[in-house]
């Protein structure tokens, strides 16, 4: 299994970014995939899910409720996060993330590496 994150950057308040999330080593389309974020100085927060299929399912944190929107190609093995609005809070490491236990733990499922958004003036 693998999962290769990028799409990470600097962007103002306000801005706008997409993360990209190519997957590899197992029936992508079979499984519900997340996004999954590491703040500085808090602990991992469960951003956003997408089932498995078609992806008809999609789940928020309320707090990117009406700014994030998660979404999946099956043909390009990709899943994205596009992130609209996005605010000084939003800063941190965005893993995409393959059986997410809960709480997250980085010991359990299956992990990227993690691509940095950094939110600022």
Same mark, same amino acid.
């Not at 997340?34 to 100085?41: D, L, N, T």
């Not at 956003?48 to 093995?77: C, L, M, P, W």
């Given at each position: 299994?693998?999962?290769?994150? +990028?799409?990470?950057?600097? @962007?103002?308040?306000? %801005?706008?970014?997409?993360? *990209?999330? $190519?997957? #590899? /080593?197992?029936?992508?389309?079979?499984?519900?995939? +997340?996004?999954?974020?590491? @703040?500085?100085?808090? %602990?991992?927060?469960?951003? *956003?899910? $997408?089932? #498995? /299929?078609?992806?008809?399912?999609?789940?928020?944190?309320?707090?990117?409720?009406?700014?994030?929107?998660?979404?999946?190609?099956?043909?390009?093995?990709?899943?994205?996060?596009?992130?609209?609005?996005?605010?000084?809070?939003?800063?941190?490491?965005?893993?995409?993330?393959?059986?997410?236990?809960?709480?997250?733990?980085?010991?359990?499922?299956?992990?990227?590496?993690?691509?940095?958004?950094?939110?600022?003036?």
């Amino acid at each position: 299994v693998q999962l290769v994150e +990028s799409g990470g950057d600097f @962007v103002q308040p306000g %801005g706008s970014l997409r993360l *990209s999330c $190519v997957a #590899s /080593g197992f029936p992508f389309h079979s499984y519900s995939l +997340s996004w999954v974020r590491q @703040v500085p100085g808090k %602990g991992l927060e469960w951003v *956003s899910s $997408v089932s #498995s /299929g078609t992806g008809e399912t999609k789940e928020y944190v309320k707090a990117v409720q009406g700014r994030f929107t998660i979404s999946r190609d099956n043909a390009k093995k990709t899943v994205y996060l596009q992130m609209n609005s996005l605010k000084p809070e939003d800063t941190g490491v965005y893993y995409c993330v393959r059986s997410l236990t809960w709480p997250p733990e980085k010991t359990k499922g299956y992990w990227g590496r993690g691509t940095q958004v950094t939110v600022s003036l």
